[in-house]
């Protein structure tokens, strides 16, 4: 029950986070399409989704991900950091916040 309620929150939570992006709601909630769109949000080239099949790449970009999330929200790098030990925190704090998206420069 417990695993179910953290999905439907997670859903929740995206789907507000992309529709402050400025991206459609139902995009987040198909699984390989919305990382696609993550990136796309953190201004990253799609291809980079082809790290998620390295064994290695698995664990990196979605700390990666998380943390740029935070930074194009107007996140200090401190609250990015801490959102990648307590996201079930801090990703909310970012959904339901008054925080406006930037599109971050394209860089690594």
Known sequence: ???LLFHFLS????????TKAGY????SFI???SLYYVLKIINKPGK???LMLIPLGTLV??????????????RSKGF???????PIICLPIIAFSDDK???PEVGL
Not at 61 to 72: E, I, M, Q, R, S
């Open 80 to 86: 990015a950091t801490l959102a990648l030990f307590l």
């Open 48 to 50: 980079r989704l082809w």
């Open 24 to 27: 459609d709601c139902w995009r």
């Open 31 to 33: 699984p390989i399409y």
């Open 61 to 74: 970009v979605p700390l990666v991900l998380t943390y740029k999330l935070c930074l194009c929200f107007g």
């Open 101 to 103: 998206y930037s599109v």
């Open 1 to 3: 029950m417990a695993i």
């Open 11 to 18: 859903l929740a939570l995206s789907c507000k986070i992309f």
